[in-house]
């Protein structure tokens, strides 16, 4: 366990210097305020529905990249239900859903 918890910090702070090298604060066009805006909408025990803030970023987000984090433990320790961040785009009434 304690292994698999070095590794979930390590591969967050490899995340970190990429968006810090790539000298913006985004992930698979994603900024950190769209982050900030989704997380309500995919933690705790009764999220709530994605805000309009939320649902923009989704919209300008790189689906395909996103859906590389699907299964990472990564999103776990953030505390982010993989399952609920999969349902923002039908939430958000995205034309297109991606399928991940």
Same mark, same amino acid.
């Given at each position: 366990m304690?292994?698999y ?19 913006q ?5 994603m900024?950190? !305020? ?5 997380k ?9 529905p ?11 987000? !790189? +689906? ?7 299964n ?10 993989p399952? +609920? ?11 297109t859903?991606?399928?991940?």
């Amino acid at each position: 366990m304690e292994a698999y918890k070095r590794l979930v910090i390590l591969v967050a702070l490899v995340l970190a210097a990429a968006v810090a090298a790539n000298g913006q604060s985004s992930v698979c066009r994603m900024t950190q !305020d769209g982050l900030t805006a989704c997380k309500p909408a995919v933690s705790g025990q009764n999220p709530v529905p994605p805000s309009p803030a939320c649902c923009a970023a989704i919209s300008n987000a !790189d +689906m395909p990249c996103l859906c590389t984090f699907k299964n990472s433990p990564i999103l776990s320790y953030l505390g982010i239900n993989p399952a +609920m961040a999969m349902q923002l785009p039908a939430k958000c009434n995205m034309a297109t859903s991606t399928h991940c």
